[in-house]
């Protein structure tokens, strides 16, 4: 599974001993997010997807986390950049970025429960070991929050400004950029500077091409 060897390799966890968590501390459930994805004109599937996720029900505000919100952009916003496109001959691409939430840090302390039917290698059970995490998950209340924290900086840094009348707008000169979650959309006058979008994207963050 190409997400679950992403959390390994990428270190997303650090596995302790369930003693090494303070007395005090809550553990969260890790849960598996089941889905199967269908094609929108036959109805077959063409693919399975498990997500791991933490418990988010289960988190304390104040403790595992503060604020929630999370803008993204709005379709007012889409149809405009779309309108543009089609009254100018712009170039488009749709980008997705590739197990967004992961990305970025956790913003606060948090231990979760080993997810069952991974093995984690002899003597580790679910009653002697827990993950503490480094990155942020799906299922975390703040994960979008702390996601969109992290694109923003991304973006400040490949010279982006961020729209005042849409948060989730970023332009440089004539490029744009359009961001719902973990997708965006860029439009620009050509194709070189769209590709040229998508590449400094790549040297920031993990995208591909939808």
Partial sequence: MRELNTHFECKHWELIAIHEVPTSTKLLDSVWAMRRKRCISTGEIYKYKARLNAHGGQQVHGIHYWDTYAPVVTWFAIRLMLTLVLLYKWSTLTVDFVLAYPQADVDSEIFIKLPRGINFGPNISRLSHVLKLIKNIYGLKQAGRVWNKHLHKGLIKLKFQQSTYDA?????????????IRDCLIIAPSDAEVLKVYTDLQAEFEVTNK
């Fill in 168 to 180: 989730c707008i970023f332009y440089r000169g004539s490029e744009v950029m359009g961001v719902y």
